[in-house]
């Protein structure tokens, strides 16, 4: 079947300067795409006679056990141009016989050294001493080592990926990352932060395997410092909070929707969430901590990233006498988290279902199963009404015997139990909104 070019498309192609890619995105968040993506790319490139430019600064020379990065794909025909630096020891690009007349004249291509022959000579030193294999067998020892570490830490730690010696893993919140570089770089670890929630792990291409054996054993130091394996000195227990003391009635009680006005009820959002999983008392002496705040508690600002995604959606209960939250309840798309079994999530990428992140009721309150199904049920109200078509948690699992009716149906993906070792079983679900 013989298929023609759109004269529109064509004509806004001859616009087009070039397109420019990262094979792999570092300071993204060392994300991948498919070959397959790639091929089709180079293949509507040269369609639409529109060139295609690999940056390759940081992924060339070797770094993913190839020369280039692009390599990986198997594309059907190269790339019109590659520019590498950093390694290189000069700004350098690769271009196309077609494009090769282009850059031949003045001041079309400008580098910072101007090709500068000190850098070329460590460049031809590097080239004559780069083994390709024992990149990979240096990658590849990271790499088992890295997911040994996420196996044992799964609520914490997820999703190892890289090539060669460029490797990475998520921390499951963004707060929890940047503690956990910090502890590595205390015992003498330095780990680079990509994204919202990746280490980078980048061991030189010649690392002895004892050298790696030692620097993964730091990162395993940290992340024990972090869950409280290796905290040292006791953590004096919080005082024991008394339960029960007020019964509100669900009359008295208004809906706020939490993200018409963020700055103001954001401090009693978190209030709320410290007064439930931020005091010490509700947790064996074992329980993950940060400092000294159980993990299970979300730092306000965590909860208001959440909310300024456009698609958030959150939803308070204040007394009216008080004029005090008691209760509150948020999440956004499913795509916008990171935290335990979302990334398996079946639905997720489907862009149609809502992640219930967050949510607290005052311990304060005798009535808590009650206030709890009242503001749960709220938000999916609000949930529907903007078009999800599911909702997914996790979350206590209590609360399949205790939450709404919906919540008690919903199907379970997974089931955690001791949960951050916070004693507390928690599962994975989903519920069709």
């Not at 990233?305 to 958030?312: G, Y």
């Not at 939450?403 to 949960?419: F, K, N």
Request: hydrophobic share 45%; glycine share 8%; net charge neutral.
């Amino acid at each position: 079947m013989t298929r023609t070019i759109d004269a529109g498309a064509l004509r806004r192609a001859q616009r087009a300067a070039g397109v420019l890619v990262e094979p792999i995105q570092g300071e993204g968040g060392l994300r991948f795409a498919s070959a397959h993506f790639f091929q089709l790319l180079r293949l509507l490139t040269r369609i639409y006679d529109v060139p295609l430019l690999f940056d390759e600064v940081q992924t060339g020379l070797g770094a993913t056990g190839r020369l280039w990065a692009h390599e990986l794909f198997d594309l059907p025909c190269p790339p019109d141009v590659v520019v590498w630096a950093k390694k290189a020891q000069n700004g350098v690009l690769f271009v196309s016989e077609e494009l090769a007349t282009f850059f031949q004249e003045e001041k079309k291509f400008n580098t910072t050294w101007e090709g500068d022959s000190g850098g070329m000579v460590r460049l031809l030193a590097f080239l004559g001493k780069l083994d390709l294999e024992q990149v990979r067998r240096t990658g590849a020892l990271a790499r088992e080592g890295l997911e040994r570490l996420v196996k044992d830490y799964r609520g914490l730690l997820q999703h190892v990926r890289g090539a060669g010696c460029m490797m990475a893993f998520d921390v499951v919140r963004p707060d929890w990352r940047e503690w956990l570089r910090d502890r590595a770089f205390r015992h003498g670890l330095i780990l680079l932060p990509a994204g919202e929630r990746a280490l980078r792990f980048y061991p030189r291409y010649d690392m002895q395997p004892y050298a790696i054996e030692e620097a993964l054993a730091l990162l395993r130091r940290a992340v024990e410092d972090l869950v409280g394996g290796r905290a040292s000195g006791a953590v004096p227990r919080g005082p024991e909070l008394r339960v029960g003391t007020l019964e509100v009635r669900p009359a008295t009680l208004e809906a706020v929707n939490l993200e018409e006005d963020i700055p103001q009820l954001l401090p009693q959002v978190a209030a709320v969430e410290g007064a439930r999983y931020g005091n010490l008392a509700h947790y064996p002496p074992e329980v993950l901590r940060a400092g000294r705040r159980p993990l299970l508690q979300y730092p306000a600002e965590t909860l208001a990233s959440t909310l300024a995604n456009p698609r958030a959606r959150g939803v308070a209960l204040r007394d009216r006498v008080s004029q005090r939250l008691v209760a509150y309840a948020l999440g956004s798309p499913l795509e916008n988290h990171g935290e335990l079994g979302v990334r398996d999530d079946p639905r997720y990428g489907e862009n149609d279902t809502f992640y219930l992140q967050a949510m607290a009721v005052s311990p304060l309150l005798k009535n808590q199963a009650e206030v709890e199904a009242m503001v749960l049920n709220l938000l999916r109200e609000r949930v529907q009404q903007h078009g999800f078509a599911a909702i997914s948690a996790l979350i206590e699992a209590r609360l399949m015997e205790t939450g709404p009716e919906w919540m008690r149906g919903a199907a379970v993906v997974e089931v955690v139990d001791d949960y951050l070792r916070s004693g507390i079983r928690f599962v994975y679900l989903q519920a069709p909104c």
